[in-house]
């Protein structure tokens, strides 16, 4: 099957961007690995199964945050989680756990935008038209729902439930915007995207 030539083009800027990143990523990527190392116990990589392209599963890549646990915690974590490290608190803050996942962007499994990659749990939970229209591209580093949710811990930290508040409030406002990405989606709707990325990390 051959592949559309506006696909071929978001993997060409996926590509070219995430090279031009990597020299100032990587002096700063062994800083940060060195911090988590240092901070407690354990790998510097988080590594968890996310659902990808046409439901095809793949191994996100972040730094750790977390306390090493026996895995039984929940799968959404609210700003108050006391499994945060004291590094991983100023890496989720500044979402630079998330940087690794250039390393996803270079191998194929992920577009620096695009819809969240959601643990097969979640995915589950949309109806299946729907999924199948998220999964119809692979998820992204970043997207209009990542950037309205970049504070989402702390929405999370004042529910009685932070995982039903997940499923019942979050999910159904990011299943618009993926819907609205997949439909309307555009090299330069993707540079739009990564510019506000960055306008919000700023502020």
Known sequence: MTTPAPDLAKRAMDVALSLLALPLAVPLMALI???VKLDSPGPVW????????????FRIHKFRTMRVTDGTGPLV???HDARITR???WLRRTK????PQLIDVLKGDMSLVGPRPEVPRYMAL????VRRQILSLRPGITDRAAIEFRD???LLAAAADPERAYVEQVMPIKQRYYLDYVAQRSLAGDLRILWDT??????
């Open 33 to 35: 690995a060195l911090a």
């Open 46 to 57: 988080f590594r968890q199964e996310r659902v990808g392209r046409a439901g095809r599963l």
């Open 77 to 79: 974590t609210a700003s």
């Open 87 to 89: 590094v991983g608190r």
């Open 96 to 99: 630079l756990d998330e940087l």
């Open 126 to 129: 949309y109806a299946e038209p």
């Open 152 to 154: 989402e811990e702390r």
């Open 198 to 203: 960055a306008r919000a990390l700023v502020k």
